[in-house]
């Protein structure tokens, strides 16, 4: 049974450029959300998609934006990225009817 | 005032000692409560969740939660050196097709020998 999966692992880039990450959730889950980890930080909401819809939204800017796709995976993009954006971003899914929330490896993003 | 706080670490205990770890929330329209594990450089993984009020095992587990006090709390006995990592705990509020986790910024354990 694969877990969540997110790609890349780490990625580099610099200030004002954008960013797709990408994330698959767990068999059987439909609903995908993205968090964002600062060091040393929990993890701060960022959005949540269920049925390719964007049903809740933590306090981000809209340089953040997602999309979740037929079979249920997620891309999260950023534009316009800031040093503070250099964080863990982590994509959680869940079953409908279910609160709990399992995580993929996260994908490590530098801003330079 | 943070949404969810967990007490001030990092916490420090002897193998096969008790070690508890506190947390308070704000909001009272939160549902559930969730535990998780994150080791240094790791995704956080999950090791509990209690939604009733009261005293929820798991092996060497236990999540307790009183919500008229707005406090959650997990016990982890018979503690061991690879229990040292980063625990956190979370609030989650909803409805039936949406929910978010609010985080608590974390306590760091440490089991020493």
């Given at each position: 049974?694969?877990?969540v ?20 959730p ?12 600062a ?48 964080a863990?971003?982590l ?22 | ?69 707005q ?5 982890i ?37």
């Open positions: 049974d694969a877990g999966t997110q790609s890349p692992t780490h990625l580099i880039k610099t200030r004002g450029q954008q960013v797709t990450l990408r994330c698959s767990k068999s059987g889950h439909d609903t995908v959300s993205w968090y964002q980890q060091l040393g930080q929990g993890p701060q909401f960022i959005f949540q998609y269920y049925e390719e819809e964007e049903r809740q939204r933590g306090n981000f800017p809209d340089r953040f934006s997602g999309h979740q796709f037929p079979n249920y995976s997620s891309e999260l993009n950023v534009n316009a990225l800031l040093l503070g954006d250099s863990l971003y994509c959680a899914s869940s079953g409908q009817g279910y609160n709990e929330q399992f995580f993929g490896p996260g994908t490590r993003l530098t801003v330079l | 005032q943070k949404e969810v706080e967990q007490n001030s670490g990092p916490l420090s205990v002897p193998e096969g000692a008790i070690a508890s770890l506190n947390c308070t929330y704000s909001d009272r329209g939160s549902q559930s409560f969730f535990w998780y594990r994150q080791y240094s450089g790791k995704s956080p993984e999950l090791i509990m969740f209690i939604y009733s009020n009261g005293d929820k095992e798991d092996g060497r587990f236990t999540a307790q939660l009183n919500k008229a006090s406090y959650v709390s997990l016990l006995r018979d503690s061991q050196p690879s229990d040292s990592a980063t625990y956190l705990c979370a609030a989650f509020a909803g409805g039936t097709s949406y929910g978010k986790l609010t985080f608590g910024q974390g306590t760091i354990l440490t089991v020493h020998p």
